[in-house]
């Protein structure tokens, strides 16, 4: 079995002070990062994903009904979308952004990022600005363009697994009732072998949490809980 974890959305927009933040989101941040250098022997891949929202029409709204539509985050190019700090990234191998121009929850939704625009850790070779991205001066419209000139057809998150021959994944992210949960039940429903890792996730209430693990074992994701 050949395991890689998954990453889901550890943002500043989900974290305290964030424009749609989750209680907790930055002690998951440290301690996802902390669970990298501890057990990275573990996984054959690490992969993150994040919101990254261009225009995702009535995803994003002045009135929120926190169902389908939402306070504005995530906004492609800002610092909102960047990272948390306390999210260690030298290890992560491939970034997938979802929600350019619709929304999106889950990391399956994705599409490979451009090296150039991700953030750089001490295992990359690229030179990188302050802000731990690399320097291009691009926007998301011109990467997207370049992209899409150099490199053919963007790659999923599942095509990219399947090429390095992951059959396994565990998940873990901001935030559990949402993202993690369809990221979660987009793996399974994918072949993969799925667990979630509950501690190294946080959602919005209690009960929405419950009822997402709920869900999600019914489907078949393992709900680790220790």
């Known amino acids: 079995m050949s395991r890689a974890l998954i990453v889901v959305d550890v943002q500043n927009d989900f974290c305290e002070n964030g424009s749609l933040a989750v209680e907790g989101g930055a002690a998951v941040a440290a301690a996802v ?17 994040q919101d990254w929202h261009v225009d995702p029409g009535a995803h994003f709204s002045e009135t929120p009904d926190y169902v389908d539509s939402w306070p504005v985050h995530c906004v492609a190019d800002t610092e ?33 990022a451009p090296d150039t625009s991700t ?15 690399a320097n291009t001066g691009e ?7 370049g992209s899409a000139a150099t490199d053919g057809p963007s790659q999923s998150l599942d095509d990219w697994l399947r090429e390095r021959g992951i059959d396994s994944v565990d998940v873990v992210g901001l ?7 369809a990221t979660a ?4 429903d994918a072949g993969y072998d799925t667990r979630v890792l509950v501690a190294l996730t946080a959602g919005i209430t209690p009960e929405s949490v419950e009822r997402a693990l709920t869900d999600m074992a019914d489907a078949g994701v393992e709900v680790v809980r220790d």
């Open 33 to 49: 990062s902390e669970h990298i250098e501890d057990r990275h022997g573990d996984y054959a891949a690490v992969v993150a994903t």
């Open 185 to 188: 039940l987009d793996a399974v």
């Open 139 to 145: 926007s998301a419209e011109d990467e997207a363009e």
């Open 175 to 181: 935030a559990t009732d949402h993202c993690v949960k």
């Open 119 to 133: 953030p750089m850790g001490v295992f990359e070779e690229e030179t990188a600005d302050d802000e731990g991205f």
């Open 80 to 112: 909102g979308a960047e990272p948390h700090e306390d999210f260690e990234t030298d290890r992560v191998e491939a970034w997938f952004r979802k929600g350019e121009y619709e929304a999106a929850y889950s990391g399956f939704e994705g599409v490979l």
